[in-house]
């Protein structure tokens, strides 16, 4: 069993920068791949990153490629998701998410946090 609590989100300027954070409980957190989505109203949730179990593996859509970077420390059990140059079109909540296989599919995903809202203004 694993639980996902996410944090970091808020309201920036088109350009400007957060990070995510997303800590779980349990003691298997380092074999488990972790990935970001997100969701903005109306809209189907999307993949956003992942990070295989030990952080040297990681994709991205290319919607965020070159501006978004996942990491994670396990020693802290926590994946981070930097978001730099950050549009409008990047707001959404956003949800970390943790299972077996790092995919680009939601629906691989058996463990979700509750999500943390990104606002980016024009």
């Known amino acids: 069993q694993v639980h996902l609590v996410e944090s970091g989100g808020g309201l920036v300027q088109a350009g400007g920068s957060l990070r995510l954070s997303c800590v779980a409980s349990?003691?298997?957190?380092?074999?488990?791949?972790m990935a970001w989505f997100r969701q903005a109203p109306g809209k189907e949730r999307e993949f956003v990153a992942y990070?295989?179990?030990?952080?040297?593996?990681?994709y991205y859509a290319d919607s965020v490629k070159g501006r978004f970077t996942i990491s994670r420390d396990n020693a802290k059990n926590t994946v981070y998701l930097q978001m730099n140059s950050l549009k409008p079109e990047d707001t959404a909540v956003y949800y970390c998410?943790?299972?077996?296989?790092?995919?680009?599919?939601?629906?691989?995903?058996?463990?979700w946090g509750q999500g943390t809202q990104v606002t980016v203004s024009s």
């Open positions: 990070a295989s179990w030990s952080g040297r593996n990681t």
């Open positions: 349990g003691r298997t957190f380092s074999s488990y791949a």
């Open positions: 998410a943790a299972d077996s296989i790092a995919t680009m599919r939601p629906g691989a995903y058996g463990y």
